[in-house]
């Protein structure tokens, strides 16, 4: 075997010196935010199917207050610049958007009280304000997307979208609608419910909530079912106590003796 020589293929120590080596520059990640988009919907368009609405809810998570669910069908020609999911929004841009959907999209929306929750659950409940919306717009759109993993119960074709309301726009447009509404339906209830702090929190359960809740006792407005409401009910509201059927049963039986005798 010939070796070439003039190839050294020996590895050299590093050289010592009195100075520790400059640590290696930690690298810049730049982590980017994709915003929605309206090509899902343009994708149906060119296929001849429209109108193609999206939907989504506001207040699944909070102790008092109704679900809010909205569709909207946004016009192609005026899609408003800057949407995106109501969560990442300020109040400010939230409500500019609002307005701006509001002049240039068809919308509808529902409620699911707190009865109703009570009564379904908050998921079926609302699953049920969702279909309601979208049966409620000015035309029964050809196809829905729904933020979520559930399908909705409608006569035309539906996609759910697990994170939606940040990558289909009128997903996104809807979630603006819902959340607004039910911010501004939050705000009159604190007028009929002072002291709860509805105009704050809307009915979610932080601290002062909770302390509220401790303190005064559940409204009207508030969900039956949610451990925490439940525990404030049994405290401002105690249960009468059941009976115990073997102190009945004992009472029958000296009543019964008392006849007798």
């Known amino acids: 075997m010939i070796r070439d020589k003039s190839k050294n293929t020996s590895k050299k120590a590093p050289a010592k010196s009195g100075k520790a080596a400059a640590p290696a520059k930690a690298e810049k990640r730049v982590i980017t935010v994709t915003r929605p988009s309206f090509r899902r919907e343009r994708a149906l368009i060119k296929r001849g199917i429209w109108p193609v609405a999206g939907c989504d809810e506001a207040g699944r998570g909070p102790l008092a207050g109704p679900v809010v669910a909205a569709a909207v069908v946004l016009d192609p020609n005026r899609v408003p610049k800057g949407l995106d999911d109501s969560k990442r929004l300020t109040a400010e841009r939230r409500e500019e958007l609002f307005e701006e959907i509001c002049a240039t999209a068809a919308f509808s929306v529902a409620v699911a009280s707190p009865?109703?929750?009570d009564r379904d659950n908050i998921l079926r409940a609302s699953l049920w304000a969702l279909a309601r919306a979208v049966h409620a717009l000015p035309e029964m759109p050809k196809h829905v997307f729904v933020d979520g993993r559930d399908k909705l119960a409608t006569p035309c074709?539906?996609?759910?979208?697990?994170?939606?309301d940040?990558?289909?726009a009128s997903i996104a447009a809807a979630s603006i609608i819902a959340k607004v509404t039910r911010d501004r339906l939050m705000c009159a209830l604190a007028l009929d419910?002072?002291?709860?702090g509805f105009e704050q929190h809307k009915g979610y359960g932080v601290p002062e909530h909770l302390e509220a809740l401790d303190r005064l006792g559940p409204s009207s407005h508030h969900?039956?079912?949610?451990?925490p409401v439940v525990a404030a009910r049994l405290k401002h509201f105690?249960?009468?106590?059941?009976p115990d059927l073997?102190?009945?049963d004992a009472e029958s039986d000296t009543a019964a003796a008392s006849e007798a005798a």
């Open 115 to 117: 009865a109703r929750i």
């Open 157 to 164: 074709d539906c996609d759910a979208v697990i994170g939606g």
């Open 166 to 168: 940040g990558i289909v």
């Open 193 to 196: 419910c002072p002291g709860y």
């Open 223 to 227: 969900r039956s079912f949610f451990a």
């Open 238 to 242: 105690a249960l009468p106590a059941e």
């Open 246 to 248: 073997f102190t009945v």
